[in-house]
């Protein structure tokens, strides 16, 4: 499907933000694994979530789903029953390598798969600790999928992870789950720590010690009632479309706020966008609150602060609308050490580029990162997606302030994390 776009005269409204994805897929697998009945409201309705929820069938977990509403029949920690099938993890990458760590703690054999994206994504990384473990995993071609992973009681180990990433932390955690002992992992640099709250919100014990966080095998989980809040990965497409559309105004309200992903807020107000956060509360320790953002001209005279080090990391998946921002702001932008969006659903790196480049801004692409020139104005385009949902939420932004029509290929990649983006955006639009 091709969304076509123009220009418009601004944003104006409210806009209801589905359930976040990192923390639905954390909590339906938790409740699968865990003894009682769990119900989880605002679950995200993005597609890769859904994944979640079919491969967690597909090994005989009972759920329902009505409207936003998952309730989930857990069968405990080993209860999870041998698929008939293999198991499909679409486009979801937090689904093939958190969904693994448990696979290694049950003795049988599963075969777990995806989309054309997700086959040529990197799992080098989660079979490395596993087959530490002790579970016997295979890959098509060194590191690919299909994952044909036969596990059972695994060794607790102490880990450093050798790459910033939120997945393949979450895969050890859960593998600890059925350690002998102990299981530790290291981050150097901080990533999103919903696994570490969901586990403790279920019963699990975990402990922080600096950098190094600890696991203990064998909890009994306990089922919960839940409420997952707005995705703020959503979000961050129409903060910055209201910041750079002259006379704009929008609310966003219950916005998930936990602390390692408000870095974007942080971001955005330091590079001088109007924004405030109201009705901040917490609720199974992730907070939420309504966020407030205006038309902010102030940006358009500013560089945008580079973006590198572990910044990269926790602004890893707004870096794509990110970059059309700083296409605008007066001084451009620049982002460093942010290699791993080659290995994201799409290279990034490369999507950005391209596209940016045939919206009339000359950005160069470095190996980990992207030199953006700024203040340019930005001239319709035809946008290739490659089926990568954050590719095509940035450019859709881009496109309501391009001169000439824009088409989006592939728009409806974007049902990936936010399945009716684009009635909320069109909701939302003054027309020039
Ligand atoms: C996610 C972690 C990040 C992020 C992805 C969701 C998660 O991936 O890009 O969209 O839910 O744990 P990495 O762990 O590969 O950095």
Redesign the pocket.
């Known amino acids: 499907m091709i969304q076509t776009l123009n220009s418009i005269a601004s944003l104006s409204g409210s806009v209801t933000l589905p359930g976040d ?2 923390i639905s ?1 954390r909590y339906a697998m938790l409740a699968a694994i865990a003894e009682g009945t769990s119900v989880l409201r605002h679950f995200a309705s993005s597609r890769d979530c859904h994944s979640t929820l079919s491969c967690l069938r597909s090994l005989g977990v009972d759920m329902q789903e009505s409207g936003e509403t998952v309730t989930i029949r857990g069968c405990g920690l080993r209860g999870l029953q041998a698929p008939n099938r293999i198991l499909d993890a679409g486009n979801s ?2 689904t093939i390598r958190l969904l693994s760590g448990i696979l290694a703690g049950h003795p049988f054999e599963s075969s777990i798969t995806g989309d054309s994206s997700l086959s040529n994504r990197p799992m080098g990384r989660i079979m490395q600790p596993l087959r530490q473990m002790g579970a016997a995993i295979e890959s098509r071609e060194g590191d690919l999928p299909p994952l044909k992973i036969r596990g059972g009681s695994l060794r607790e180990i102490r880990y450093s992870l050798p790459v ?5 932390k ?1 895969c050890v955690l859960l593998a600890g789950l059925y350690g002998k002992d102990t299981t530790a992992v290291e981050e150097i640099i901080p ?2 720590d ?1 696994t570490e709250i969901a586990l403790k919100q279920f019963g699990g014990t975990i402990r922080i010690s600096g950098n190094w966080i600890e696991i203990d095998p064998e909890p009994k989980l306990q089922a919960q009632q839940l409420a997952v809040p707005g995705d703020l990965s959503g979000a961050a497409f129409f903060l910055v479309a209201a910041a750079l559309i002259p006379n704009s105004e929008l609310e966003l309200p219950a916005v998930g706020l936990n602390g390692r992903r408000r870095e974007l807020l942080h971001y955005l107000i330091r590079a001088g966008v109007d924004l405030t956060i109201e009705n901040e509360i917490s609720f199974a320790d992730e907070s939420r609150g309504d966020l407030h953002v205006r038309f902010s001209p102030e940006l358009f005279k500013r560089k945008l602060p580079a973006i590198e080090g572990a910044e990269a990391a926790s602004l ?2 707004e870096i794509p609308v990110l970059s059309v921002l700083g296409s605008q702001a007066g001084g451009g932008l620049e982002i460093s050490d942010a290699r ?1 969006l080659r290995v ?1 659903e799409s290279d990034r790196i490369s999507a950005l580029a391209t596209n940016l480049r045939a919206m009339g801004v000359d950005a160069v692409e470095k190996p980990d990162g992207l030199i953006i020139p700024g203040g340019r104005r930005l001239r319709g385009a035809d946008i290739i997606t490659q089926g990568d949902h954050r590719i095509a939420m940035a450019f859709a932004v881009a496109a309501l302030m391009a001169q000439g029509e824009t088409r989006i290929h592939d728009a409806e990649c974007a049902d990936v994390s936010f399945p009716g983006f684009w009635d909320a955006l069109r909701k939302i639009i003054l027309p020039a």
Not at 164 to 168: I, W
């Open positions: 994805k990192s897929h990458g937090t910033a990433s939120a997945q393949v979450s990533t999103r919903h890893i998946d791993e994201k």
